[in-house]
C-alpha cells in the first residue's frame, strides 16, 4: 500500500518488525502532510473494500536540515510517530 503512496524519486521500505519510512527527497513539511493525508486516505478507502482485521498505522514525519546526519531527523520522526500511537490508544485521536 505504502508503494502505491509515492512515486521516484520517492522510496517506501521496510526498516524492521512492523517499521516503515518512507524517504522524500526534495520534500518539505507542507509535502510531507500531502503524502500522509493520501496514505490515510488510501488506508480508509483498504478497509472499506476489504473486510477482516482493518488496518492501521501512525506516522510521524520529519524533515531533515542541510547537512544533518540521518539520525537526529528519523529520531524526530519516531518521537512523532509514538505520540500519534500513544494519542490514539489514549483515545485522544479523533
Known amino acids: 500500500m505504502l508503494a502505491k503512496a ?6 517506501a521500505a521496510r526498516i ?15 509535502g510531507d502532510d500531502a ?5 490515510r486516505q488510501l488506508l480508509e478507502v483498504n ?8 488496518l492501521s498505522f501512525a506516522m510521524g514525519a520529519a524533515t531533515a536540515h542541510e547537512g544533518e546526519r540521518l ?6 520522526a ?12 489514549d483515545g485522544k485521536d479523533d
Not at 509515492?6 to 522510496?11: Q, S
Not at 503524502?35 to 496514505?39: G, P, Q, T
Open 6 to 11: 509515492v512515486e521516484k524519486p520517492n522510496h
Open 16 to 30: 524492521g518488525g512492523d517499521k516503515f519510512m518512507l524517504l522524500l527527497p526534495g520534500t518539505d513539511e507542507r
Open 35 to 39: 503524502i500522509i493525508e493520501s496514505i
Open 47 to 54: 478497509n472499506q473494500f476489504y473486510s477482516g482485521m482493518p
Open 71 to 76: 539520525e537526529p531527523m528519523l529520531q524526530r
Open 78 to 89: 519516531d518521537t512523532a510517530m509514538y505520540v500519534e500511537k500513544r494519542a490514539h490508544y
